[in-house]
């Protein structure tokens, strides 16, 4: 990456005060993260302190063109946060603004700056006896921030939908220095272009979020979780349905695991292993509410079991066990348990409509059968939203070589598998510069273009996370 020059960062560090500009080992924890991914060579951190902060970054970086990475947890997983290497540029990190600034529970809402981590707000709003729905695995160090540039997921999507879903109203510093406050604490708002929405999944692209209102929903007091062996991806659709409507609206998880997976985060993590039971897909679920599920729950695995819908499946009865099949779910990534062969592989964030995931897992495997037969194939994650993760990947040595001679011409092959069942190749991890230039066919020349326009509104200049996202303009656009 490309510096700024000595006398802005100087003036920069000046005016935003002591150890809000970073170099060398003070900045590698923000360079490179537990997964191993860096963002660039010798990066330049800039950690102001508030919104003002913020603002005379951004303000100053315009006027000396230095593009703006912005950056919360760093636990994307699109390379959203990797620095230009053509240009001058700083890591904007939104780490120091990290206030709740106050749970409301009577309006249901709370107001955080971007930095707050996921864990923090979870925990906030259940003190206030509410709960905020997003969740997922990177909780502890994920923040707001990246969670509403990215339009993050998680487990719970199927009941309470995305962050876009619960997010409220959003204050952002905008690429000339100007900030706008849109932290409205409206359910409804019918008053033109929704703002926030376009800042919300933006990546960092036209504005850099400073804090936002949330969105709280009833507390569960109750929750329980199973897990069920199925006899083949088949029966996903009817199961899920069965899930929907017998549970009456408790379903908060619907998620699906292979043995693969399984077996090997209880080999690496030391998990306890819930069910030896032959199949080859598991799928994980939660009921949860205000009231007990465990009737709901019972009836829901009979009702299962009599439609041959399962052929095994263990409830968790106690905080540890429950602990223990989503320590399992969390862990099932392969960066966490295949750790060594992780960046070789083919991790995907696809989404395809809900009755056609088996379809698609299936469709994968066996592309992946016929062009990578040297490798270990396999589909987890958040299938009651049609989100499955499919990973390739070799799993020792030996195979690393010849798969890589080979995963160009099967990410190709899957990526028109995806599009041809009108699916996305990213539900819920954003575009960032890992999907830029494959994820064109997935819209018309008219949207992208679109898309570019409004970035052009937003950001003149374009200094705002320059190259991510967006795939070039068509030719003659
Ligand atoms: C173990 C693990 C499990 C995960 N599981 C899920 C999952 O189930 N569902 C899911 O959706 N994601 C998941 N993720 C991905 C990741 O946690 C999310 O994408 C998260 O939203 C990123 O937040 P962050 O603060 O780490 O953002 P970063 O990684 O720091 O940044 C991500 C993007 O957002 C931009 N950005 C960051 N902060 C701001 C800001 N304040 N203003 C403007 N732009 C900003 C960055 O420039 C970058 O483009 C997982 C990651 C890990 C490591």
Same mark, same amino acid.
């Given at each position: 990456m490309t510096a700024p020059a000595d006398l802005f960062l100087t003036e920069l560090a000046a005016v935003l005060g002591s150890g809000s500009v970073l170099r060398g080992d003070d900045a590698t924890g923000y360079a490179v993260d537990g997964r191993g991914y860096s963002v660039g060579d010798d990066p330049v951190v800039v950690r102001p302190r508030d919104v003002a902060g913020v603002a005379e970054t951004v303000r100053r970086c315009r006027e000396a063109g230095v593009a703006i990475v912005a950056q919360g947890g760093n636990t994307g997983m699109s390379h959203g946060t990797m620095l230009p290497v053509d240009r001058p540029s700083i890591l904007l990190s939104l780490a120091r603004l990290d206030q709740i600034l106050s749970v409301d529970p009577d309006r249901w809402t709370m107001t955080v700056q971007a930095g707050v981590t996921i864990q923090a707000v979870q925990e906030a709003a259940a003190a206030a006896g509410r709960r905020f729905a997003p969740d997922w695995g990177a909780r502890g160090t994920a923040t707001v921030g990246g969670a509403i540039a990215t339009d993050a997921g998680g487990n719970n999507v199927v009941r309470y939908g995305n962050m876009r879903d619960n997010v409220l109203g959003v204050e952002a510093v905008l690429a000339d220095g100007a900030v706008w406050d849109g932290r409205r604490a409206l359910r409804k708002d019918s008053t033109g272009y929704d703002l926030k929405q376009l800042l919300i999944g933006s990546e960092g692209t036209l504005g850099v979020v400073t804090s936002a209102v949330l969105k709280l929903v009833p507390a569960t007091a109750h929750q329980q979780s199973a897990l069920l062996a199925i006899p083949g991806l088949a029966v996903l659709s009817e199961l899920f349905e069965l899930a929907q409507t017998s549970a009456a609206g408790s379903l908060s998880a619907f998620e699906l695991l292979p043995d693969v997976a399984i077996d090997r985060v209880v080999e690496v993590f030391g998990h306890a292993? =819930?069910?030896?039971?032959?199949?080859?897909?598991?799928? %994980?679920?939660?009921?949860?509410?205000?009231?007990?599920?465990? =009737?709901?729950?019972?009836?829901? %695995?009979?009702?299962?079991?009599?439609?041959?819908?399962?052929?095994?499946?263990?409830?968790?009865?106690?905080?540890?066990?429950?602990?223990?099949?989503? &320590?399992?779910?969390?862990?099932?990534? =392969?960066?966490?348990?295949?750790?060594?062969?992780?960046?070789?592989? %083919?991790?995907?964030?696809?989404?395809?409509?809900?009755?056609?995931?088996?379809?698609?897992?299936?469709?994968?495997?066996?592309?992946?059968?016929?062009?990578? =037969?040297?490798? %270990?194939?396999? &589909?987890? &994650?958040?299938?009651?939203?049609?989100?499955?993760?499919?990973?390739?990947?070799?799993?020792?040595?030996?195979?690393?070589?010849?798969?890589?001679?080979?995963?160009?011409?099967?990410?190709?092959?899957?990526?028109?598998?995806?599009?041809?069942?009108?699916?996305?190749?990213?539900?819920?991890?954003?575009?960032? #510069? #890992?999907?830029?230039?494959?994820?064109?066919?997935?819209?018309?020349?008219l949207e992208w273009e679109l898309m570019h326009r409004i970035k052009a509104v937003f950001d003149p200049d374009g200094i705002l996370n320059p190259g991510k996202m967006l795939p070039p303009r068509a030719p003659n656009a």
């Open positions: 292993k =819930p069910l030896d039971s032959g199949t080859d897909y598991f799928v %994980l679920l939660t009921l949860a509410s205000s009231e007990t599920v465990e =009737p709901r729950l019972a009836a829901l %695995l009979e009702a299962a079991a009599k439609r041959d819908l399962l052929v095994d499946a263990v409830v968790a009865g106690t905080p540890e066990q429950e602990a223990n099949l989503w &320590g399992i779910r969390d862990h099932a990534s =392969p960066t966490a348990c295949f750790v060594g062969f992780q960046h070789h592989g %083919l991790k995907l964030d696809t989404a395809i409509p809900l009755d056609r995931v088996a379809e698609f897992v299936t469709g994968v495997q066996s592309r992946a059968a016929a062009i990578a =037969p040297m490798a %270990l194939c396999y &589909g987890f &994650g958040h299938v009651g939203d049609g989100n499955i993760h499919m990973m390739v990947l070799p799993t020792d040595d030996d195979s690393v070589e010849p798969w890589l001679a080979v995963r160009d011409e099967l990410t190709a092959s899957i990526d028109e598998l995806v599009f041809s069942m009108a699916g996305t190749l990213s539900a819920e991890h954003g575009i960032g #510069l #890992l999907l830029r230039d494959r994820i064109g066919p997935q819209k018309s020349d």
